[in-house]
């Protein structure tokens, strides 16, 4: 997950362009890196209707993990799915239109999915979903990317936490163009 200096994923407009202006070569190779390594993606349902469209069609070094690893999305109000469109689609359009769906409680689907042998399940979402999936205790490692830019207001992902919790650093790797990658494990 990117974040700016003061702790946010997104402005108050919910866009985050910010990330590309200060990222770099090397801090888009580590997040792809880390993107890679997963046996599935996960998402809430508004990124996962924002990025369906535009993935099977990108290029750039986060298309093919984008596009190859299988996906789920969770929704509490509901899902209407993605359009296959024509009955020849390509593998990455079907990597979308083919993704899972849960709607029931996000504890108990978290559970069952990490109980299933694989890589890592890595999540994508918004702050809503983020802040959804760390209110379950169930993240077992945080990547995040803080990068060089102070917003003052936006969507920060750890609010309303019910209790501190702590994690423990396991690595920071600086980029040359200020982005700080930080991994926490639980």
């Not at 109000?77 to 079907?94: L, R, S, V």
Request: hydrophobic share 45%; glycine share 10%; with cysteine.
């Amino acid at each position: 997950m990117s974040l700016s200096l003061d702790g946010f994923v997104c402005d108050a407009n919910g866009k985050n362009d910010w990330i590309f202006k200060t990222g770099d070569e090397e801090s888009l190779a580590w997040s792809v890196e880390k993107s890679s390594d997963a046996s599935l993606l996960i998402m809430g349902r508004k990124s996962f209707e924002l990025m369906a469209p535009y993935w099977p069609t990108a290029t750039g070094p986060f298309a093919a993990p984008m596009n190859q690893i299988p996906k789920a999305v969770f929704t509490r109000k509901g899902f209407k799915g993605i359009d296959a469109g024509t009955a020849q689609q390509t593998a990455a359009e079907a990597s979308w239109t083919e993704a899972q769906v849960f709607d029931g409680d996000l504890a108990e689907e978290i559970i069952a999915l990490k109980a299933g042998a694989g890589k890592p399940i890595v999540a994508f979402g918004g702050a809503e979903f983020m802040q959804s999936l760390i209110a379950t205790g169930l993240i077992d490692e945080y990547h995040l990317a803080v990068h060089p830019v102070v917003l003052g207001l936006g969507l920060p992902i750890f609010t309303g936490c019910k209790i501190p919790f702590y994690l423990k650093l396991t690595e920071v790797k600086a980029f040359p163009g200020g982005v700080v990658a930080l991994t926490y494990s639980s």
